[in-house]
């Protein structure tokens, strides 16, 4: 554990907490870094995962009160990022900084590379492994020949599968459009270009939405750009969450 203050890490759909190896690893010199597992997904696959963002929310920070967490930096990826920005809304004087990672605030997600409804059919269809594997291909530029894709997608099968199907529900039920400009942390907004997840217009309206958003668009990379373009990935953090510490401080 790092010697500064408290840094959240939230993975999304089909994520898991060793995702952010190579992130706790560099973060860990200056905060104190907690890469949780949300229920249903990663370490934590024996929970069953809530049909309700918010109640993903209040489980992250149900943990963060058991570890004597009060006041953290939070970076939330994808689905990730709506559990994120729940916990804002929940406990807005708790987070000093945010980081939306390849993330949106209307969980539909328009312009997806396939809607959720057609996820849950083939889901049901082709079952976890499948359809972890595939989606998985999905987040990296090169697919199923990128380096990252295998650790990726065995990281993605350990979801159960009521926790692919409560995701997916959970995500198509969620909006958060009406609550972005009540967001007052200082924030960053990261995407890969060729993100096929999250386009543009998601990304957009979280950056003008929100009143203290800066945008970082990182070229050649994809919804899984922390595995991709991973040394710019962490200067940008590090730039973003160590500059004007003090007036982030109560």
Not at 24 to 42: K, T
Not at 54 to 76: K, M, N, W, Y
Not at 138 to 160: G, I, M, Q, V
Not at 162 to 189: C, K, S, Y
Request: charge should be negative; include cysteine.
């Amino acid at each position: 554990m790092g010697a500064g203050p408290a840094m959240v890490l939230v993975h999304g759909y089909l994520g898991g907490s060793s995702q952010w190896d190579a992130q706790v690893q560099f973060l860990s010199p200056h905060f104190d870094v907690i890469a949780v597992d949300l229920a249903g997904y990663g370490n934590a696959h024996h929970l069953t995962a809530p049909t309700e963002m918010a109640d993903h929310a209040q489980a992250v920070l149900s943990t963060l009160d058991q570890l004597g967490v009060e006041r953290f930096h939070l970076l939330g990826h994808s689905m990730g990022g709506m559990v994120a920005q729940e916990i804002v809304n929940l406990a807005p004087a708790r987070v000093r900084k945010l980081v939306l990672y390849a993330t949106g605030p209307q969980g539909s997600i328009p312009g997806r590379f396939e809607t959720m409804a057609r996820s849950r059919e083939r889901l049901a269809q082709d079952g976890v492994e499948s359809t972890a594997r595939r989606i998985c291909a999905t987040w990296l530029l090169d697919n199923e020949a990128s380096p990252a894709f295998e650790s990726l997608a065995a990281l993605a099968t350990r979801a159960s599968e009521q926790a692919a199907h409560a995701g997916l529900i959970a995500m198509e039920g969620w909006d958060g459009r009406d609550r972005l400009n009540a967001i007052q942390q200082p924030t960053l907004v990261v995407w890969g270009e060729r993100d096929r997840s999250y386009g543009w217009s998601q990304i957009e309206q979280l950056w003008r939405t929100i009143p203290h958003a800066s945008l970082a668009v990182l070229p050649a990379c994809s919804h899984a750009l922390h595995l991709e373009r991973t040394a710019l990935f962490h200067t940008l953090l590090l730039e973003f969450l160590v500059s004007d510490e003090a007036a982030a401080r109560p």
